[in-house]
C-alpha cells in the first residue's frame, strides 16, 4: 500500500522560508511521478510542482518558479519542496501526490486530477 505522510508546514512570516517533507512508502521513486500542491482556503488544489522518478527533473508552475526547490532523497525515501520569500497568499494546505508512471494516458504533470494517491497534507500560514 502506497503512504504519503506530508510534514514540516507551520506559522511563517512573510519572506520566510520553510521545507516541507513528503514520507513516502509502499512504492518504487523510478516508477512514479511526484507532484506538490496547494489548496489555499476556499480554492481548488493547485500544483507547484513535479518530479518524475526515473528521469528527477523538476517541473514549476509558473506562479513559484524561483521561489521553490523540489528535490527527493530516495535512500531515505522522503522529497522535499523549499520555498522562499514566502508570501500571505502561499498560505494554505500542502499536499504531495503520485501516480504511477505505468498507468496509462497522457497528463500534465502539474494537473492535480492526474494523480491517485495523496497525502494529508501540512498546513502552511503566511502571516503579513
Known amino acids: 500500500e502506497v503512504q504519503l505522510v506530508e510534514s514540516g508546514g507551520g506559522l511563517v512570516q512573510t519572506g520566510g522560508s520553510l521545507r516541507l517533507s513528503c514520507a513516502y512508502s509502499?512504492?518504487?521513486?523510478?516508477?512514479?511521478?511526484v507532484g506538490w500542491f496547494r489548496q489555499g482556503p476556499g480554492k481548488g488544489r493547485q500544483g507547484l510542482a513535479a518530479m518524475t522518478g526515473h528521469n528527477r527533473r523538476p517541473d514549476y508552475a509558473d506562479s513559484v518558479k524561483g521561489r521553490v526547490t523540489f528535490s527527493e532523497d530516495s535512500a531515505r525515501d522522503v522529497v522535499y519542496l523549499q520555498i522562499n520569500r514566502l508570501r500571505p497568499e502561499d498560505t494554505g494546505t500542502y499536499y504531495c501526490a503520485v501516480r504511477s508512471l505505468r498507468k496509462a494516458g497522457t497528463f500534465l504533470h502539474l494537473d492535480p486530477d492526474a494523480y491517485d494517491i495523496w497525502g494529508q497534507g501540512t498546513q502552511v500560514t503566511v502571516s503579513s
Open positions: 509502499g512504492l518504487v521513486f523510478n516508477d512514479y511521478i
